[in-house]
T-cell receptor, first 110, second 114 residues
C-alpha cells in the first residue's frame, strides 16, 4: 500500500463547475496535509495547508480533512481553464519530511 | 528575497559522468530538502537539512548520491557515475522553522543521462 494515494485521473470538469480531488494516506500519525498545484514542466506550488479535522477555505479552494478516515480532499469552486494542472497531495508526519502522492491531473474545459 | 534558486535548469550528461547541482534557499529558511520527480510521479524524498546538519537521507538513495549544505546556506547535490535511471527532475525546496510550514520549491534541475 502506497503511503499517499491519489487517483491519477484525468478528472475532466466543465468551466464553472466544482472539481473534487481526493487523497488517502496510510500513516495515522500524520499531522500536516498540503495540496500543491503543478503545471506541466513546472515545479509544485503550495496552494493549501490543513492540520485539523474539518474544512479550511481560501478563495475558491476548500481543503477538507478527516483523520479518522485518513482522508483529505480539495474542492475547487468555479473551476477555470487556468486550473488545469496536476494536483499533488502531500502528508507530513513526525519529521519535517513530506510524502507526496502521484498527483491527479485536472482538466477544465470551456 | 527571490525564492528558491536552482542551478543549472537543465543538464545533459553522458552515462558514467559525475554531476553537481546547486540550490539556494529562501534566506530566512533554515530547512532545505531535495526531491526527485519522474514523469507521472509525485516528488520522491531524497534528503533534508536543518541548517548545516543532514537530518535524514532516503534509504532508497544510492551511495552514488551525496548532498552537502556548508554553513547552512546553499546546498549541493552530487551524483557520481550517473546512470540512465538517474534521469529526472531534481527539486529543491526550503521551509522555515515555524509550525505552519510548507515547502517552497525551486524551478528544478532537469537531468538527462544519455
Amino acid at each position: 500500500q502506497k503511503e499517499v494515494e491519489q487517483n491519477s485521473g484525468p478528472l475532466s470538469v466543465p468551466e464553472g463547475a466544482i472539481a473534487s480531488l481526493n487523497c488517502t494516506y496510510s500513516d495515522r500519525g500524520s499531522q500536516s496535509f498540503f495540496w500543491y498545484r503543478q503545471y506541466s514542466g513546472k515545479s509544485p506550488e503550495l496552494i493549501m495547508s490543513i492540520y485539523s479535522n474539518g474544512d479550511k477555505e481560501d478563495g475558491r479552494f476548500t481543503a477538507q480533512l478527516n483523520k479518522a478516515s485518513q482522508y483529505v480532499s480539495l474542492l475547487i469552486r468555479d473551476s477555470q481553464p487556468s486550473d488545469s494542472a496536476t494536483y499533488l497531495c502531500a502528508v507530513g508526519g513526525s519529521t519535517d519530511k513530506l510524502i507526496f502522492g502521484t498527483g491527479t491531473r485536472l482538466q477544465v474545459f470551456p | 528575497d527571490t525564492g528558491v534558486s536552482q542551478d543549472p535548469r537543465h543538464k545533459i550528461t553522458k552515462r558514467g559522468q559525475n554531476v553537481t547541482f546547486r540550490c539556494d534557499p529562501i534566506s530566512e529558511h533554515n530547512r532545505l530538502y531535495w526531491y526527485r520527480q519522474t514523469l507521472g510521479q509525485g516528488p520522491e524524498f531524497l534528503t533534508y537539512f536543518q541548517n548545516e546538519a543532514q537530518l535524514e537521507k532516503s534509504r532508497l538513495l544510492s551511495d552514488r548520491f551525496s548532498a552537502e549544505r556548508p554553513k547552512g546556506s546553499f546546498s549541493t547535490l552530487e551524483i557520481q557515475r550517473t546512470e540512465q535511471g538517474d534521469s529526472a527532475m531534481y527539486l529543491c525546496a526550503s521551509s522555515s522553522n515555524r509550525g505552519d510550514y510548507g515547502y517552497t520549491f525551486g524551478s528544478g534541475t532537469r537531468l538527462t543521462v544519455v
